[in-house]
């Protein structure tokens, strides 16, 4: 008790210095808004050990001599989105007219003008919605793995998390176009997040291509990952971070109901995850013959996803049944773009994007706020904006740096090839 009588009297002359004395009064006198505060600042860190799940599930699926390498690709992702987001996405995506499509340019700062205030402190917020830019990057590096430059992706990555992610996001999550005049209804970004790190994902992949040698093995379905209990792992992380994620874009824990909410939040949440991947067991051993590990650490995280559009509304079983067809939906999707012969490593492009588009739309089953036509419109505007936009800069990058790994680096590995290192001598116990 002396030791946090002690703090609390040396911060006040601080915090009075730097004019955040009036802030601490006001949250003293509105307990919620304490608690909203701590529950964004904690869904925020939530948010970065997300990162280490993607990582580690990136870096199980790829070859054993490119795992480094793609862990440094999802840690680069999130430092220069956070640097994207602060110089132009967080303005881009609040900044924006009620109604309207674009928002400001201008660099971010906590004691600016900020649409959060009213229910949380500015720094508790960008925190949150720079974590869910970085998401964004972090998908595409997940689908594009071995293939990518390094400086190509996080080229694409900064104009991504930057950019496109805010101008969409800011006509729903901004108070714009989608939002103001279609009530349309994406709580968690599965539209906003999730899709539209799918499609520039899709974009990326047709661009740069397939590996010559990917589809001519006898079972190219199967990804040979490298360490596959190492990706089981990244999958239970993103899991769990999966709950700070949904309880951040709820922003609520100060009302008498909130905690009840957040329970019946994760309730779903688990739910939808467990029945897709039950869905995706049952369908690959059906028709495989055998259960394919990666498709169902994909399918893991498309239920996650399904459920992410509206986690709240749903009963209990309605969650099961919208996870359950997420789980259909990695599975068949998968197979099609096997078949087309667009290479996606991680499988992140039927879980984000497939199950991203499926959750937006099933959200007016059970909720009466959102309405057909308006997740319809939104699934558009969200997906043809993020698709042209990352198509037009990735084809750019082709024609003047380059973005395909060469066939050399490609052969040796992109841990010798980028950072020198020697993957025998790194991985050997």
Known sequence: MFFVKRFSLAAIPFAASIGFAAALEAERADPSATLNGALLLLAGLFMMLMVAGFSMKQAGVVREKSAAAISLRSLAAYALAALAFWLLGYNLLFGVEPGGFLGVFQLWSPRAADPALDRASAGEDWLFQMGCAALTAMIVAGALGERVRLWSFLIFAVLLAGVIYPIEASWSWGGGYLAANWSFGDLAGASVVHSAGGWAALAGALVIGTRPMRHEERQARQSTGGNLPLASLGAL????????????????????????????????????????????MVFTQVVYKKIDLPMILSAAIGGLVSISAEPLAPAIWQAAVIGAFGGVIVTVAASVLERTRIEDVGGVIPAHLGCGVWATLIVPWSSHHAHWPGQIIGILMIGAFSFVMSLFIWVLLKYTIGIRVSAERDYLGLDRAELGLDPESSYDD
């Open 237 to 280: 992380v993103l899991w769990f971070a999966w709950f700070g994620y949904l309880g951040g874009a709820q922003v609520a824990a100060g009302g008498t109901y909130d905690p009840f909410s957040l329970g019946k939040i994760f309730v779903n949440a688990t739910i939808a995850a467990a029945a897709s991947v039950f869905t995706a």
